[in-house]
């Protein structure tokens, strides 16, 4: 397993961009798949976006697509996620996961390490 931070949430206006970061230390940063996940107030978390542990595959949840890329930077022990023309239901908590599945799955339980979330709020 590897410690994940986030970091980049924050409040902005419908229309505006934000880059989400995701940082370890840990060595073995490059044996995982990264995953993003997201979750809203008074809902389930669900899966944002995935990419291979060498950046070459990346997978999108419909709702984000065309508007949120992910990816990463082996060296640096980071993975991001830029968000562009945010809505108000991009609302959420996000979480960025680890996983050595490495078929690009949107399973939760397919993660094993996950960060502490952080807050990005879009109002309208």
């Known amino acids: 397993q590897v410690q994940l931070v986030e970091s980049g949430g924050g409040l902005v206006q419908a229309g505006d961009s934000l880059r989400l970061s995701c940082t370890t230390s840990?060595?073995?940063?490059?044996?995982?798949?990264m995953g993003w996940f997201r979750q809203p107030p008074g809902k389930d978390p669900c899966f944002v976006a995935v990419i291979s542990w060498n950046g070459s595959k990346t997978r999108y949840a419909d709702s984000v697509k065309g508007r949120f890329t992910i990816s990463r930077n082996n060296a640096e022990g980071t993975v991001y996620l830029q968000m562009n023309n945010l809505k108000p239901e991009d609302t959420a908590v996000y979480y960025c996961?680890?996983?050595?599945?490495?078929?690009?799955?949107?399973?939760?339980?397919?993660?094993?390490?996950w960060g502490q979330g952080t807050q990005v709020t879009v109002s309208s």
């Open positions: 840990a060595p073995t940063f490059s044996f995982y798949d």
């Open positions: 996961a680890a996983t050595t599945n490495s078929n690009g799955s949107r399973n939760l339980t397919d993660f094993v390490s």
